[in-house]
C-alpha cells in the first residue's frame, strides 16, 4: 500500500509569506501528526489530528495552524514566515490514537529567505 | 514537561554490538519507541515497547525500563548500513510524543 505522501517536497518562501503543506495519511490510517525538524536537532513536535480534532499541540507560536479533512489528509500552515521557520516539516501517520508505530512521510524542505 | 536525554554520537566498527541509552523524565508514561533516519531520509519505525524487558527484533533489539526511566537500543552485527541517526520517543496517556535529539551512529570499516 502506498506511503505518507507530503507536499511539496521542497518550497522556498520569503519572509512574511505564508505557506501551507500537505500530508496524505496510509490509507486506513486516522491519526496524523507534524514535526519540525532543523540541522542537529531532534523532531520538534507541532501538533497530533485525530478523526478531524486536533487532539495535542507542541509547544509553537500560533503562527503554526493545521487541521485534518474527513479522509484523513491533512494540512499544516504557517504564516507571517520567519527565517528561522526553514526547517523540515516531517509528517506521520498511525493507525490509531496511540503512537506505538508511526509512518513518517519524506517530509517537504521549507527555506525562508 | 518531558525531556529525553541520549548520547549525541556513537561509533564503532563493523560486525561489533552498538547500545544507545535513552533516559527520560516525563508524567504518563506510557511507550518508549525508537526511529531510524538516514542522512536525507525520512524516520522509519524500529521498536517498541510499553513493558518491561527486551523485544527484540532482528538484529536490533530494544529495553525498557519503567522503574528507571530508561531504554536502550542494542544493535548487533553493525553493518555500514547502520549509520545513521537513532532517536529514542516518549508517548504519553495523554497522547503526546517527545523525540529525543537523536543519537548519530558512525559505522566503521
Known amino acids: 500500500k502506498a506511503g505518507v505522501t507530503q507536499t511539496p517536497r521542497y518550497l522556498i518562501k520569503t519572509r512574511g509569506q505564508q505557506v501551507t503543506l500537505s500530508c496524505s495519511p496510509i490509507s486506513g490510517h486516522r491519526s496524523v501528526s507534524w514535526y519540525q525538524q532543523t540541522p542537529g536537532q531532534g523532531l520538534q513536535f507541532l501538533f497530533e489530528y485525530f478523526s478531524e480534532t486536533q487532539r495535542n499541540k507542541g509547544n509553537f507560536p500560533g503562527r503554526f495552524s493545521g487541521r485534518q479533512f474527513s479522509n484523513s489528509r491533512s494540512e499544516m500552515n504557517v504564516s507571517t514566515l520567519e527565517l528561522g521557520d526553514s526547517a523540515l516539516y516531517l509528517c506521520?501517520?498511525?493507525?490509531?490514537?496511540?503512537?506505538?508505530?508511526?509512518?513518517f512521510g519524506q517530509g517537504t524542505r521549507l527555506t525562508v529567505v | 514537561g518531558q525531556s529525553l536525554e541520549q548520547p549525541s554520537e556513537v561509533t564503532a566498527v563493523e560486525g561489533a554490538i552498538v547500545q544507545i541509552n535513552c533516559t527520560y523524565q516525563?508524567?504518563?508514561?506510557?511507550?518508549l519507541s525508537w526511529y531510524q533516519q538516514h542522512d536525507g531520509g525520512a524516520p522509519t519505525f524500529l521498536s517498541y515497547?510499553?513493558?518491561?524487558g527486551l523485544e527484540e527484533t532482528g538484529r536490533f533489539s530494544s529495553f525498557l525500563s519503567r522503574s528507571d526511566s530508561y531504554g536502550y537500543l542494542l544493535l548487533q552485527e553493525l553493518q555500514m548500513k547502520d549509520s545513521a541517526s537513532y532517536f529514542c520517543?516518549?508517548?504519553?496517556?495523554?497522547?503526546?510524543?517527545?523525540f529525543g535529539d537523536g543519537t548519530t551512529l558512525t559505522v566503521k570499516p
Open positions: 515497547n510499553a513493558l518491561d
Open positions: 506521520a501517520s498511525s493507525r490509531g490514537q496511540g503512537f506505538t508505530e508511526a509512518f
Open positions: 516525563t508524567s504518563g508514561f506510557y511507550g
Open positions: 520517543a516518549v508517548y504519553t496517556n495523554a497522547g503526546k510524543s517527545t
